[in-house]
Structures are given as C-alpha cells and as structure tokens.
C-alpha cells in the first residue's frame, strides 16, 4: 500500500461498513483513511492476512454508497490498543473510482 495518504474520510462520509464471510464492521468516519490503492482502519478486532474484504463507504453529500473488494494486507495491534487494518482495493469499477475521487476531492475543497 501507498505510504502517501489520498484523503481521510472525515467529514465526508458517514460511515463505512467492513465485511467478510466472519466479520461485519461499522466504522465512524474518523477511524478511516483512504490510500493509493486501498484503506487503513482502526478496528477494535484483528483481521486475517490475506483476507477477502468488502467495503460499502456511506456519503452524507449525496447519500449514495461506493462498494469495494479487496485484501487485507496487513493487521497490527493488540487486543488492548486495538488494530489498524491495511486493506488493497483488489477491483474497482470505473463508477466505484469517480465516486471515491469526487470524495477526495469535495474534502479538498476542489
């Protein structure tokens, strides 16, 4: 993953959902950040490597929600502190990367 930091969510969206075959996580916007090719997130349970992962990013701008797939690419932390989830965006549709630039982008002010 990118260490260059795209945009982080806040206030832009609402919430952002985290799910896999075990798992369904609602994260508030300010434990998210957007990345190159992905996300970094705060969770208070660890995920496995290479999991597959999807995200539905809710936008308060204009209601409508952006689905991802992806892969959990790393997970460090402790039970006590929490962990931060690095996930790679394995297939974005043209629609899914306009929305999450014009996110980028509104945050920016351009």
């Known amino acids: 993953m990118s260490a260059k930091k795209v945009s982080s969510l806040n206030p832009l969206v609402d ?3 985290v799910s896999s075959r075990e798992t369904t996580l609602e994260l508030a916007s300010d434990k998210v950040s ?3 090719s992905g996300i970094e ?3 208070p349970t660890p995920f496995k490597e290479w999991s597959e992962m999807t995200v539905t990013i809710h936008s308060p701008l204009d209601g409508r929600k952006v ?3 992806g892969v959990i690419v790393a997970c460090t932390g402790t039970k006590h502190a929490g962990y931060l ?12 990367q306009a929305r999450l630039t014009s996110l980028a982008h509104a945050e920016l002010g351009l």
């Open 15 to 17: 919430s952002l959902n």
């Open 34 to 36: 957007v990345r190159k």
């Open 41 to 43: 997130f705060r969770s």
């Open 67 to 69: 689905t991802c797939h």
């Open 85 to 96: 989830v690095a996930m790679v965006f394995t297939s974005l549709t043209k629609q899914a």
